[in-house]
């Protein structure tokens, strides 16, 4: 009950979703074409999600170790303003994001499904993960969400986020008036 309603407070403050992509925002296949290029899967309802949460006054930045082009263009086509790829360092770039937002850790939500992206916890006040995270990554959570990356876990997110302002429920009885993602 406590972790419940400390989870509740720290949803409550977020105003940046920090999004990895691979294992996030896909189901963490790579899919090459015949030239080489890569391929990816993204989940229409995140992106509506991702709309949903700019419009309540919540910035979204994606966050990825990998580069392929596919990212990029899922970020413009989202209206994404920070779209950091082929990063190394992740918690070096997510504190430089916070900089130049002027937002502290209390305020940022990060979600993450590997190793990889546990560096970023000193940075965030709420670390998620996708169902099927990395075990590592699930342990040291602030949330696990039941949808899988690639598979609504955005969305599941952003459902969270929003009830918690009070959106959700608007939304849920009127609808969204806009365009789809």
């Known amino acids: 009950m406590i972790r419940r309603l ?14 990895d992509v691979d294992g996030v925002l896909t189901d963490g296949g790579l899919h090459y074409d015949e030239s080489g290029g890569v391929v990816k899967r993204f989940n229409v309802r995140d992106g509506l ?13 994606f966050l990825s170790g990998g580069r392929s082009g596919a990212i990029e263009q899922r970020a413009r086509h989202l209206d994404i303003q920070h779209c ?21 850790p209390e305020q940022t939500a990060f979600i993450g499904d590997d190793l990889n992206d546990l560096t970023v916890r000193p940075a965030v006040g709420l670390l998620v993960s996708p169902a099927n995270g990395a075990r590592g990554l699930r342990r040291q959570a602030d949330l696990v969400l039941h949808q899988n990356g690639g598979d609504g876990a955005v969305r599941e997110l952003a ?23």
């Open 6 to 19: 400390l989870v509740s407070k720290r949803l409550k403050q977020v105003r940046l979703l920090v999004c």
């Open 49 to 61: 999600a991702i709309r949903m949460l700019q419009r309540s006054g919540i910035e979204v930045a």
């Open 84 to 104: 950091l790829v082929g990063v190394g360092d992740k918690l070096a770039a997510l504190q430089n994001l916070l900089d130049q937002l002027d937002l502290g």
């Open 159 to 181: 459902e969270l986020l929003l009830h918690q302002r009070g959106h959700w429920q608007t939304l849920n009885r009127e609808g969204w008036r806009d365009t789809n993602s």
